[in-house]
């Protein structure tokens, strides 16, 4: 994204120089932690980037005209999709090569610290959170393992949606595998949403518990050349493709 002189919000400009998400902003505004020129913002606030002069919590941000980059990675089961986190010391980002390991970047949907497979990282907070609203319809496919083979009327249930601690859960497709040894416990599931630890959740509620858990596509991406921990970039081209 090039910032122009022209007027962009607030929250937005923040999510583009990599400082935060555009939630986050929103909150830090509120928290009156932002100021324009030394006085406080105000959300929805406009600002003219490189001639406004923008600071949290009383230090100035450099701002940058550096691109955002965008990444696909396969995650490794045991590693924590947050930027730090005390309770775990590995997280994704120390899997990145170290030219990008500086950079700000933001997981577009996560995978709990037990699950594995494909990441979205971006710089920018905007695309992240294109990427995951499911008005774009995103399509994410999992291979999920389970400890035994669900009856088709639990199947039939999650695909419809079921509410749990009053938050509905949904997939939108659920396939069996028909091949394998396992072939009775192992399913192919699609969510063009992400909700914290949702396809385990769904499955706890029916009593089933999920033994493995694979992201292998976002959109037209899958992990095809990406060994566990390895990243690649992508270019503006794939980024475009991906949000049709």
């Known amino acids: 994204m090039t910032l122009e002189l022209e007027k ?22 509120r928290d009156g932690v932002v100021k324009v020129n030394g006085v406080a913002a105000q959300i929805g606030q406009k600002i003219e ?3 406004d002069i923008i600071s949290v919590n009383g230090v100035t941000v450099k701002q940058r005209r550096m ?6 990675m396969n995650k ?70 389970l400890n035994k083979p669900a009856v088709n009327s639990a199947i039939a249930a999650l695909c419809r949606g079921i509410y749990i601690e009053g938050e509905k859960l949904k997939a939108e497709k659920i396939i069996p595998f028909a091949k394998g040894t396992d072939a009775g416990k192992q399913y192919e599931v699609h969510l063009n949403h992400g909700r914290k630890r949702e396809i385990r959740r769904m499955f706890e509620h029916f009593g089933y518990y999920v033994r493995r858990l ?24 794939e980024i475009n493709l991906l949000l049709g």
């Open 49 to 51: 980037p490189f001639k």
């Open 67 to 72: 691109p955002p980059i965008t990444l696909l």
């Open 8 to 29: 962009v919000r607030l929250h937005k400009f923040m999510a583009s120089e990599g400082l935060c998400s555009r939630r986050e902003a929103e909150k830090w505004i």
């Open 214 to 237: 694979q992201r292998f596509q976002i959109g037209g991406f899958n992990l095809r050349g990406l060994g566990p921990g390895q990243s690649r970039l992508l270019s503006d081209e």
């Open 76 to 145: 490794p089961k045991g590693w924590v999709c947050t930027n730090k986190d005390p309770h775990h010391e590995q997280t994704v980002f120390d899997l990145l090569p170290a030219r990008h390991r500086k950079r700000r970047l933001f997981c577009a949907g996560r995978l709990d610290m037990e699950s594995e497979g494909l990441l979205i990282l971006t710089s920018d907070g905007g695309l992240a959170q294109r990427i995951t609203h499911p008005r774009n319809e995103i399509i994410k496919r999992y291979h999920v393992w």
